[in-house]
């Protein structure tokens, strides 16, 4: 080799390929403008229409197939806007429910057209970047509570929350590299800090609780198939029985957590709240108020429960429970087309990380449990342009597609038998 082509190799080594994919680029977008909503405003929002619209332009043959695979998907936002024939305020129901459904197009097509590891890598990136804001332009609430970019203090826990849980499967995950690694330890140190920060007992608690589920079920990848099988069993077993005994010994249990927390026995007003959902709910029980139709000003007892919580804003309130909240303004039934979306996310996901120890599995798990255990207390999804509902969007789609494309996950298909022909 004489020195040109020494000095030619050499040049070819130094010299670094780096592959852009469009899809990829679109979603970092879709995903930070969603993070950073609070801070943007309106202008966080058109970013989030016009990269969706382009992911959802780029390719509208597949747009069109996933609309027709996806079908049981979009029942849950089109019954928000047919709620629009019976609500109190139909053009906010009608507003807010084509908002949400084009939510869930943008999520669903995040997830079809994105390997997991690559969202999961492109929404760290976008945390991270809300959690450095945060510590850097953030400010506090009236009261004193610091609350990053954002415009309340239990969406700035959440999304730290989700911080944590994405550079958690990050830096358990031992196929990455050690850049990644590294980054999602960085990620972790700099999310449960500002957990603590945003003072959200309720976010603290349920990430708590997932880390240690989480960490149960990687641990159990080292046993063979059958004793991991045995010691899922008794997770669960324990999980139950923890229930039972829960229950038996709630009072002093409720006395402990509210000496520990600082919470008054009706959890800051809660249970009075819910008091008022159950009595909304019986009014109208199987299609409630309307989408987006009971915390409007004017509705004499929304405006009794904001005077009373001091809320003078008149907005980000909720009942502080996921199932008593949608059965107010959507009903029975829109209760139960959500569990149709949030139940099977849940399995889905959970026989996916029992299979596979990768990252997103580990991710979209956690983001489930995290998600169903909040939403006894709080009302952490679905919203339209809201970077929880879209994480929990894209959990559901990646654990049906682990289902169809991990051989151990797939149903066993049953051999038709050979009939057999009587000789003579």
């Known amino acids: 080799m004489d020195y040109a082509q020494w000095q030619a190799t050499r040049k070819a080594r130094r010299t670094r390929v780096i592959n852009l994919c469009p899809n990829a680029l679109l979603g970092l977008a879709s995903l ?18 016009l990269t969706g619209v382009l992911l959802l332009a780029r390719r509208l043959d597949l747009t069109l197939r996933e609309v027709r695979e996806y079908w049981w998907v979009w029942l849950f936002p089109l019954w928000c806007i047919l709620s629009v024939l019976w609500s109190e305020h139909p053009h906010l ?4 429910g084509i908002q949400l459904l084009v939510t869930f197009m943008v999520a669903v097509t995040l997830a079809q057209r994105l390997s997991p590891i690559v969202f999961l890598r492109i929404l760290f990136i976008a945390l991270a970047t809300a959690g450095i804001a945060s510590l ?21 826990a959440f999304t ?3 911080l944590t849980l994405c550079s958690f499967a990050l830096v358990m995950d031992a196929s990455q590299t050690k850049a990644w690694r590294l980054a999602g330890f960085g990620g972790v140190l700099m999310g449960i800090p500002q957990i603590i920060m945003a003072e959200s007992a309720g976010a603290a608690i349920a990430s708590l609780f997932v880390l240690a589920v989480a960490l149960v079920i990687i641990r159990s990848h080292k046993l063979p198939p059958a004793r991991r099988t045995q010691r899922i069993k008794w997770l669960w077993t324990l999980a139950i029985a923890g229930v039972l005994v829960a229950l038996a010994l709630s009072d002093m249990i409720m006395n402990f957590v509210f000496e520990v927390t600082g919470k008054d026995p009706s959890l800051t007003g809660r249970t009075d709240l819910w008091m008022v959902a159950i009595d909304q709910i019986a009014r109208s029980p199987f299609l409630g108020s309307g ?24 907005s980000g309130f909720n009942f ?3 199932y008593l909240s949608n059965a107010v303004e959507i009903g029975l039934i829109g209760v139960l087309l959500q569990l149709s979306l949030l139940a099977p996310a849940f399995v889905l996901c959970s026989r996916w990380l029992l299979h596979a120890s990768g990252a997103p599995a580990m991710f979209c798990f956690m983001a489930l449990c995290f998600v169903l255990v909040l939403s006894l207390v709080e009302v952490p999804v679905f919203f339209e342009f809201h970077a929880l509902s879209v994480m929990t969007l894209a959990s559901l789609v990646y654990g049906l597609r682990a289902a169809r494309e991990l051989p151990q996950l797939r149903p066993a298909r049953r051999t038709p038998q050979t009939k057999r022909t009587a000789t003579i």
């Open 291 to 314: 989408y987006s139709a009971f915390w409007v000003e004017g509705n004499a007892i929304a405006e009794s429960i904001w005077a009373e919580f001091h809320i003078g804003s008149k």
């Open 32 to 49: 930070t403008s969603l993070v950073f909503v609070s801070h943007l405003g309106r202008n966080g929002v058109l970013i989030f229409l």
């Open 136 to 156: 850097l332009i953030g400010d506090t609430r009236a009261d004193g509570i610091w609350i990053g970019i954002f415009d309340s203090k239990n969406y700035y």
């Open 160 to 162: 730290m929350v989700a």
């Open 93 to 96: 129901s009608l507003r807010h």
């Open 320 to 322: 502080h429970n996921l």
